[in-house]
């Protein structure tokens, strides 16, 4: 099976790129997370005077 370029190459540009160190910062929580928090923050733990607000 022919392969597109040598595999002596395989892996030469990883091999080259600086290694950085991770950082400690925190990470945002996932759209998955984010969405669930905003609608239970914004529609099932509502305050009950709003609830029955009429929506325009």
Same mark, same amino acid.
């Given at each position: 099976? #022919?392969?597109?370029? @040598? ?10 790129? #600086?290694?950085?160190?991770? @950082? &400690?910062?925190?990470?945002? #929580?996932? #759209?998955? *997370?984010? &969405? @669930?928090? &905003? /609608?239970? @923050? *914004?529609?099932? /733990? ?11």
């Amino acid at each position: 099976m #022919p392969t597109h370029g @040598s595999l002596t190459k395989a892996g030469k540009v990883r091999a080259q790129t #600086p290694k950085i160190e991770k @950082s &400690n910062m925190t990470k945002r #929580p996932g #759209p998955r *997370r984010r &969405n @669930s928090r &905003n /609608y239970h @923050s *914004r529609i099932v /733990y509502q305050p009950v005077d709003k609830q029955f607000r009429r929506r325009r």
